[in-house]
């Protein structure tokens, strides 16, 4: 089922691009009427925003003759499961049908069980008997007790993501540790056996920000060590029949500060891997959440955090001699589970939306979002309903393709923008189209032109997707000026387009989200 509901007349268009057919019976000109009528009201957006004066304009070139910049995973948007939720798992709703419809619809994706208690995670057949007293992180306050699951409850995380359509990646401890502070895989071991046995098919990690455990668990694994680690668990793997299965690493974090540490222990780890991971991962937020205000989830010098971060992993890369490329395979808004009323609310959307376009747009694989459920920067909320993020992540599985193209843009201000090929489930007809997509932190419209796109047809078409709210804290997200709400039945809402001309200005509400899908287009990259 397509969720792009396009107006009669133009899917016609598309369906017979050269036929142009005139109808001079009354009857013919009844329907054009009403069909005018119709259009009328469809490009009406109901909050007004669209029509407001446009105080500044902007032109934007897409370069069609280049070929893609990039082709990113098709599971490029994924996200998490944190391992501390395993702490209660009858609290962890991968059994509700409900659920588990909600995170088909982000399909495909990664959905990587891991986190702090990933380092205290045991896995015993038979029991989950707690093997050690609560202890409370003296950083954070999590608990950093050890604790145990069983084969029931990692059946019935794999069952999650299968039924989801999910590929599961799971996060091992590697704080089990023999005496002399070599890691002791047989708890590893076990987990890997148990899966095989049951045919299970999934990718692995090893330890979740090794260069903080001195400040967490107050335990040191070397940069060097945990190489050797990777190295030893890529053998297990091959051993075991995983050879074809994913291993990344090495899950840091502290990336982009002044004393560089998370680079440093990165660019150590990939000289003595022995080429051990598939892809290099680090973790990224923008904002301490015990802190953090509505003001910072839309100043410019917060979104521009991310590409100082991203240019400085890629020079600690190039100084290991390795050609690895990169993921975040942890990442939102705020860190210590987000900011509590802000990371689960419509305002967090602008740094998620231009975190996926920029990550495209400079070569990351994988961008996965912490977290699917649980935590203040959750994109299902505690009553199974989906927060704004979870939305405008379903839109652009919906509308982004994983082909990256090149928009030329300086994309530092309060207008950010990005342009992929259009996914085919979106098309008309099948006739290529492409999406520009990205946000408008102002508080004013904003309108746009975008010069440098070949048509196939001269009534090529524009058809604008906005997101907004009343509120930057509100709950709610609408589309086009209505409140997106899932059918009774589970399935998503038809997202109903304003269809522009595509040589008219384009007016972006104040404080929105977009996603522009510009139909009937000729740019060859997006054949390929």
Request: glycine share 6%.
């Amino acid at each position: 089922m397509s969720y792009l509901i396009p107006n009669d007349r133009f899917k016609h268009q598309y369906d017979k691009l050269n036929e142009i057919r005139i109808r001079s019976t009354i009857f013919g000109l009844i329907l054009m009427g009403f069909c005018i009528i119709f259009l009328i009201l469809s490009a009406w957006n109901l909050n007004n925003t669209i029509n407001e004066t446009v105080d500044a304009q902007y032109v934007f070139y897409l370069n069609a003759e280049r070929p893609l910049i990039r082709t990113v995973s098709d599971k490029f948007l994924s996200f998490g499961i944190d391992t501390s939720q395993l702490r209660d798992m009858k609290s962890l709703p991968i059994v509700n049908e409900k659920f588990i419809n909600l995170a088909r619809h982000l399909a495909p994706a990664y959905v990587r069980i891991g986190g702090t208690s990933a380092d205290c995670l045991f896995f015993n057949q038979t029991t989950t008997e707690i093997t050690s007293e609560q202890i409370i992180s003296a950083v954070d306050d999590q608990d950093i007790s050890n604790f145990t699951i069983n084969n029931i409850h990692f059946e019935n995380l794999y069952n999650f993501a299968i039924r989801s359509k999910l590929r599961m990646i799971f996060d091992l401890n590697v704080l089990i540790r023999n005496p002399n502070n070599s890691w002791d895989n047989t708890n590893a071991k076990s987990i890997i056996s148990f899966a095989k046995e049951k045919n299970m098919k999934l990718d692995w990690q090893l330890g979740n920000e090794p260069n903080s455990f001195h400040h967490v668990f107050n335990r040191t694994v070397t940069a060097i060590q945990l190489a050797n680690d990777y190295y030893q668990l890529r053998k297990l793997l091959n051993e075991a029949g995983y050879d074809e299965s994913l291993l990344v690493g090495p899950e840091i974090n502290h990336v982009g500060e002044p004393n560089f540490m998370g680079e440093h222990y990165a660019e150590i780890f990939l000289e003595n891997d022995k080429d051990s991971v598939n892809y290099v991962t680090w973790h990224q937020y923008y904002l301490n959440g015990r802190e953090a205000r509505v003001i910072d989830f839309i100043n410019v010098s917060t979104f521009n955090y991310l590409s100082q971060q991203i240019e400085s992993m890629k020079k600690a890369i190039q100084l290991s001699g390795k050609n690895i490329s990169m993921w975040l395979s942890e990442t939102s808004t705020a860190y210590g589970g987000g900011a509590p009323g802000l990371s689960d609310r419509f305002v967090a959307g602008f740094l998620w939306l231009d975190k996926l376009g920029y990550s495209a747009n400079a070569g990351l694989n994988v961008v996965t979002r912490q977290s699917l459920f649980g935590g203040d920067y959750a994109m299902i909320g505690p009553d199974l309903q989906p927060n704004p993020d979870w939305w405008l992540s379903v839109v652009y599985k919906q509308f982004v393709s994983n082909k990256v193209l090149e928009l030329a843009t300086n994309n530092f201000g309060r207008l950010r923008l990005y342009a992929h090929c259009t996914p085919e489930k979106a098309l008309i007809s099948k006739v290529p189209a492409i999406t520009i997509y990205g946000i408008n932190i102002d508080e004013i419209p904003i309108g746009i032109t975008i010069q440098g796109i070949p048509v196939l047809h001269k009534n090529a078409k524009a058809f604008l997707y906005a997101l907004t709210s009343d509120k930057l804290q509100s709950r709610d997200i609408k589309m086009n000026g209505k409140i997106l709400q899932l059918q009774p039945n589970g399935n998503l809402p038809p997202f109903r387009p304003i269809i522009l001309e595509l040589a008219q200005v384009i007016t972006l509400p104040p404080y929105s989200m977009v996603f522009i899908v510009i139909h009937d287009t000729k740019v060859s990259a997006c054949n390929v």
